[in-house]
């Protein structure tokens, strides 16, 4: 099983970036895809973004692409997201997640490890 601990999270104002980072642990080797998914209060976790194990392909929600970039040092066993030009509809708790396949990636229940959160909050 891998564990995944996300860290970077904070109070920011609209316009500011952030950087969260994910620390995978335990069998790391069954870490292909790996990505984040946020959730709102009274909202559901949705897809934020995914990156496949050599990290050569990514892919986004339209609600972040462009303004937000996935990435991962597989010599760290971490996984990154930076997030720029932050909106106060950004506001939500992050986490990082692992699954095996990419084409599942995108919902839920595709998902094998979950990270314990990371509240990003952004005001206006």
């Known amino acids: 099983q891998v564990q995944l601990v996300e860290s970077g999270g904070g109070l920011v104002q609209a316009g500011d970036s952030l950087k969260l980072s994910c620390a995978a642990s335990g069998r790391t080797s069954s870490t292909s895809i790996m990505g984040w998914f946020r959730q709102a209060p009274g909202k559901e976790r949705d897809f934020v973004a995914r990156i496949n194990r050599s990290g050569d392909s990514t892919n986004y929600s339209d609600s972040v692409k462009g303004r937000f970039t996935i990435s991962r040092d597989n010599a760290k066993n971490t996984v990154y997201l930076q997030m720029n030009s932050l909106k106060p509809e950004d506001t939500a708790i992050y986490y990082c997640?692992?699954?095996?396949?990419?084409?599942?990636?995108?919902?839920?229940?595709?998902?094998?490890?979950w990270g314990q959160g990371t509240q990003v909050t952004v005001s206006s």
């Open positions: 997640a692992a699954g095996p396949a990419w084409s599942t990636f995108t919902s839920k229940l595709g998902i094998a490890s």
